[in-house]
């Protein structure tokens, strides 16, 4: 069974702080996806990260591959309001059908 | 296109009554997934479709839950008889095509059930 583990689990900072979630597993996944979840609906995909060390930018965040495709980090800068949610990492098999999802990061940005 | 769409969004149920929960994937997707929601173990794969056939259903808790795709355009998942730690939000989700093609799943927006 292949298990990812985010943390932190729970993150509350001010607006304008800078933060890094983190995504780790000691399996190899064949691609990466981080989603974002508001309170009443389902996740909506952020990203998805295939290549060992690709790092990508979808405007203030950044989203980073390790080079094993073991793991994975998201990093916010100047967070806004706008941010809060639970973000979900999601990892891929190499069957490529069926998603493993982490356990999330709850963020909180304060004003 | 309406995304996928789930219904009943809220089912408030007494243990022991029977419960089905409905879904329609986007049109042209051809894999249908179902996802249970909880505090404690956050989201789980119950069961997966592809072109209405299942194809793992490993993460079905037990004998109480089952799944049907009749046709391409609905699906349903049903307990019974349900349980209190039943209690969760059931998402659904669709994906045009297997996932390491970098194809995204669509989910719904859940149905929160509350078994008494």
């Known amino acids: 069974t292949q298990l990812l583990e985010q943390s932190p689990q729970f993150l509350s900072i001010q607006e304008g702080e800078n933060l890094t979630v983190y995504c780790n597993s000691s399996s190899v996944f064949s691609s990466l996806q981080w989603y974002r979840q508001e309170p009443g609906e389902g996740p909506v995909l952020l990203v998805t990260?295939?290549?060992?060390?690709e790092v990508k930018k979808l405007k203030r965040l950044t989203f980073q591959f390790g080079d094993a495709r073991k793991d994975s980090s998201l990093h916010i800068t100047a967070a806004q309001t706008g941010d809060t949610g639970l973000y979900l990492c999601?990892?891929?098999?190499?069957?490529?059908?069926?998603?493993?999802f982490g356990g999330g990061t709850r963020l909180m940005v304060k004003p | 296109d309406a995304g996928v769409i789930q219904s009943p969004r809220h089912e408030v149920t007494e243990m022991g009554q029977e419960v089905t929960l409905r879904c329609k994937p986007i049109s042209g997707h051809d894999y249908l997934f179902w996802y249970r929601q909880t505090m404690m173990r956050g989201l789980e794969l119950l069961i997966y479709f592809n072109n209405n056939v299942p194809i793992d259903d490993s993460g079905m808790p037990e004998d109480r839950f089952s799944a049907k795709m009749p046709n391409a355009s609905f699906s349903t998942l049903k307990i019974q008889p349900s349980e209190p730690r039943d209690s969760a939000v059931y998402f659904c989700a669709s994906s045009l095509a297997p996932l390491s093609s970098y194809n995204e799943q669509f989910f719904g927006p859940g149905t929160r059930l509350t078994v008494l």
């Open positions: 999601a990892g891929a098999g190499d069957a490529g059908n069926m998603l493993t």
């Open positions: 990260v295939v290549t060992g060390g």
